[in-house]
């Protein structure tokens, strides 16, 4: 994975020559002093809160998924890199590849800072396949004025089946702000899949901001060499920020089968995502409709256009990217997850940042928000099971989950609830859930709820996370709220303890309700609902490292609840780059 050395001395040299980003922005926090710090010399692997079965790489910083792809039998993934340090800087894309989405096998890296039109780093973007089956990275590149540019890259061979060299061609850059066109030089990124029109015209997106207004640029291309800006954006929303790695793909309204991303006709919605870092960060989603005829996007007003929003996860996740999965005739979710246990923790390690256990997204039958599953690959690491059925969960009760890895595993679990007669009122003024899940937290006893599990406990529950639900009689149906609270999650006080809070939109009809958790030593990924909430956390034990992990199932609600079934499983480590 090394840069050619002169390539790499003249890009030291002209950051060294900038000394500040000059107005180039992006999300992250940037510790200058600390993004080429060395990693230590120290057994990376042995550390409690590595993960096991969540993609990574060896070592140091890393952040966005970009250009995921299925090409010839191979999935690929690139990321957001920091080949010198465990902070975010000198960024370039790191590639892996896979033939099930689970085992990974690193490559050298595939785009470096080399040409004027990225020398100043290489950040996000996407891959489109073209017609002949050629795929094309399309990149942000940070130039020699620090500008935001888009760029484009293609294999250098095709009969590689790993792609593992690309090819910058001099006619980059494709799409460069100017004072013509007014688009602000440090908010102009993050280029999406390109889909192919009816007029046999290419479009892409690209995040920008105009103040205080989020917005899609759309562009334009016959031959993907030449594009040109669209008078309108396809979508924009005040008051939200930048839009950074917008995501917009088609869904179909009847089914759980992904479609290609230039796919338009009937029975089809469309998805636009965007990534804010404006007060509460996270990727927000609209479900709508796209007018192709006018290249406008109209979300459907079942939702908020911002931060309020429907979120695709409401703890920490960000910055994510779906493809379409032609192999198994499905879209795929993958979103980066952030450390929060403080850079100086990061360089300790050696590593920071991972990526979600991908994920299959469809339209749930309502048509109004999406589901989220993990891919069924991920079962393949399934070992050790232990199982419950018709298991009573009353007012205290604390069931331990016995006989699995607890620091590393897979569970479902699903609830018969008590008669919802019962559940305490909702305050339609309760329109945060996060707030909601901080005030009634774990240890905050209701009537139904709160339940679910403590994953991550240590002997004596100095420490756990707890994923639980709690249910209020709302004004016409039940109320769900998920919460995931790690404000008892590590003894150490520098991290980032928040708690996250969903609510699900389910159906109760049957009295039954789901949860799946992915747990992974410092990673709690949580799905409520069969899907239709997710919370990630991000964990840092001590006492309840590792083999010392336990797993209990619990009920603080004063109305007894009953485990249906669960089935808990070890989860094996697989050949992870
Ligand atoms: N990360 C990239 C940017 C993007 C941001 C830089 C989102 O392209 O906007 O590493 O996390």
């Not at 002949?132 to 095709?158: C, E, H, R, S, W």
């Not at 889909?195 to 105009?210: E, F, N, Y």
């Not at 989220?372 to 604390?398: A, C, I, N, T, Y």
């Amino acid at each position: 994975m090394e840069i050619p050395n002169l390539v790499f001395s003249v890009w030291v040299f002209s950051i060294y020559l900038c000394q500040c980003r000059n107005g180039v922005e992006g999300s992250h926090e940037v510790y200058r002093n600390l993004q080429s710090v060395e990693t230590p010399q120290i057994s990376i692997a042995s550390t409690e809160n590595r993960t096991g079965y969540h993609f990574q790489a060896p070592k140091n910083w890393i952040n966005d998924p970009n250009g995921p792809m299925y090409y010839n039998g191979i999935y690929h993934l690139f990321y957001q890199y920091n080949p010198y340090g465990a902070t975010w800087g000198n960024i370039v894309w790191a590639h892996s590849v896979s033939t099930d989405l689970i085992n990974w096998t690193p490559l050298d890296l595939a785009i470096y800072p080399s040409k004027p039109f990225d020398i100043n780093g290489c950040w996000s973007g996407s891959a489109t396949i073209l017609p002949g089956n050629k795929p094309v990275i399309m990149y942000t590149g940070i130039d020699k004025q620090n500008q935001q540019v888009q760029n484009v890259a293609f294999p250098k061979n095709l009969s590689d089946p790993h792609l593992e060299e690309w090819i910058k061609p001099d006619y980059n850059p494709l799409m460069a702000p100017t004072p013509a066109n007014g688009i602000n030089p440090s908010s102009f990124r993050d280029p999406t899949t390109a889909w192919l029109g009816p007029d046999g015209h290419w479009r892409v997106l690209v995040g920008s901001q105009m103040e205080t207004r989020g917005m899609a640029l759309l562009y334009r291309s016959k031959d993907f060499v030449h594009w040109v800006k669209a008078k309108d954006p396809l979508h924009s929303s005040n008051g939200t920020g930048m839009w950074e790695c917008p995501d917009f793909y088609p869904v179909s309204e009847n089914g759980m089968d992904g479609l290609d991303t230039s796919t338009m006709g009937k029975g089809i919605k469309h998805v636009l995502k965007v990534s804010l870092s404006v007060n509460k960060s996270g990727d927000y989603y609209t479900v709508g409709r796209y007018i192709h005829e006018k290249d406008l996007y109209v979300p459907d007003n079942t939702s908020a256009d911002d931060a309020t929003g429907l979120s695709y996860d409401y703890g920490r996740f960000y910055a994510s990217k779906t493809f379409f999965d032609a192999r198994k005739n499905r879209r795929v979710l993958w979103g980066w997850m952030n450390e929060l246990d403080g850079e100086a923790s990061d360089i300790a390690k050696g590593w920071s940042g991972i990526q979600s256990i991908p994920r299959a997204v469809w339209l749930d039958r309502n048509g109004q928000q999406l589901m989220q599953w993990p891919v069924e690959e991920v079962e393949s690491l399934r070992g050790k099971q232990v199982s419950f059925h018709e298991q009573l969960l009353k007012k205290g009760d604390l069931l331990e989950v016995d006989g699995i890895t607890a620091s590393q595993a897979d569970i479902e679990v699903t609830f018969h609830l008590p008669r919802l007669e019962e559940a305490e009122p909702f305050d339609p003024t309760w329109v945060n859930p996060q707030i909601l899940c901080n005030q009634k937290g774990a240890n905050v006893n209701g009537s139904i709820g709160p339940f679910g599990l403590m994953v991550l406990a240590s002997d004596g529950l100095d420490e756990y996370t707890a994923v639980f639900f709690r249910i209020f009689k709302g004004q016409d149906k039940p109320v769900v709220l998920m919460c995931s609270d790690q404000s008892r999650s590590t003894l150490r006080e520098e991290v980032d303890k928040t708690t996250y809070g969903g609510f699900v939109e389910v159906d109760l009809r049957y009295g039954k309700l789901s949860l799946r958790n992915l747990i992974d030593r410092s990673v709690v990924e949580s799905f409520g609902g069969g899907g239709r909430t997710c919370i990630t956390a991000r964990v840092y034990p001590t006492l309840a490292a590792g083999g010392k992990a336990h797993l209990y199932a619990f009920n603080r609600g004063t109305e007894a609840v009953r485990i249906s079934k669960l089935n808990a499983w070890s989860m094996r480590t697989p050949r992870m780059n």
